[in-house]
């Protein structure tokens, strides 16, 4: 798709350490597209990818007049090899990543409106159904991740983020749930993997139910949830070198208070990523902890 090109005076200027380039998944609309106008108008380039081309059309209206420059992708993450071609596309586009915000994701509105009324049972799924949550929530983001990492890597400096979804939400919701939870954990994985590296790799969540077109399906009233607006600061956090060293973490973007700065903000509405704190954990030979 086209690009939008930002009014803020940079012109043809390449980034300055402040800015960066940034890949948001799922970015023509809800969480999506408040993270990816939050980083444009921080000075950011984003390129937004989703399978809505009408949804990307109008994110890059939105950032038109944006100091940061936007390019769209169009791309359903469902299909193999389409996580592949988006990563190379977006490094043909501005020649590098530096933060990959892995917020595209299929809710179980997908396969059931009601499902707050008639829950949604696990054995209500076929294979198919089974392969297609995964593949969006989980593998494409793993993929995407594996492809852009060494180069941040290389250069001592990355951020990879999820937008995964609450912890007791993955106990609730099939399908949704346990893909989220697959994500959550590599992401984690990612963390440990990537210390010492000048790479980030952390969770960014609500923290609850959040006015988007998924709650908007299951009819849930935008005034008894979280604005989606709330997003905004943390992943502008997560892409600056106050973030640098802030790693292994899950945000909640409900606890993020505007008036602190950023680094105490981030450290209050924070917990461990994934599991870790929580429950016992297993007793493992000196050779497996290392």
Not at 189 to 210: C, E, H, K, Q, R
């Amino acid at each position: 798709m086209g690009t939008g090109r930002g009014t803020g005076g940079r012109g043809d200027v390449r980034m300055t350490t402040s800015s960066r380039i940034a890949l948001v998944t799922g970015g023509g609309r809800g969480l999506g597209r408040v993270m990816a106008l939050a980083l444009l108008q921080a000075g950011h380039d984003v390129i937004v990818a989703s399978t809505d081309v009408d949804a990307l059309a109008e994110t890059l209206a939105a950032a038109a007049a944006m100091p940061g420059r936007a390019k769209a992708i169009a791309v359903d993450l469902a299909v193999a090899g389409e996580a592949e071609r988006l990563a190379d596309e977006a490094l043909a586009t501005f020649g590098r990543i530096d933060i990959l915000l892995n917020n595209a994701g299929i809710s179980v509105s997908a396969v059931s409106t009601d499902h707050l009324v008639n829950p949604y049972r696990f054995w209500r799924s076929d294979r198919a159904v089974i392969e297609r949550f995964f593949a969006i929530n989980a593998v494409a983001p793993m993929v995407l991740a594996t492809r852009l990492a060494p180069a941040m890597i290389e250069r001592g400096w990355g951020r990879i983020v999820a937008n995964t979804t609450s912890l007791d939400t993955m106990l609730r919701f099939s399908l949704y749930g346990g893909s989220k939870a697959a994500l959550e954990a590599e992401t984690a994985v990612m963390a440990n993997d990537l210390a010492g590296t000048g790479v980030t790799s952390n969770v960014l969540v609500p923290g609850g139910g959040t006015g988007t077109r998924m709650t908007d399906k299951s009819g849930i009233p935008r005034e008894q949830l979280f604005p989606d607006t709330i997003m905004a600061a943390p992943a502008v956090f997560l892409a600056s070198d106050a973030s640098n060293d802030f790693s292994g973490r899950r945000i909640l973007a409900n606890r993020w208070k505007p008036g602190l700065p950023e680094r105490e903000a981030a450290e209050l509405a924070s917990d461990p990523i994934a599991w870790t704190g929580y429950g016992s954990l297993g007793v493992q030979p000196a050779m497996a902890r290392k």
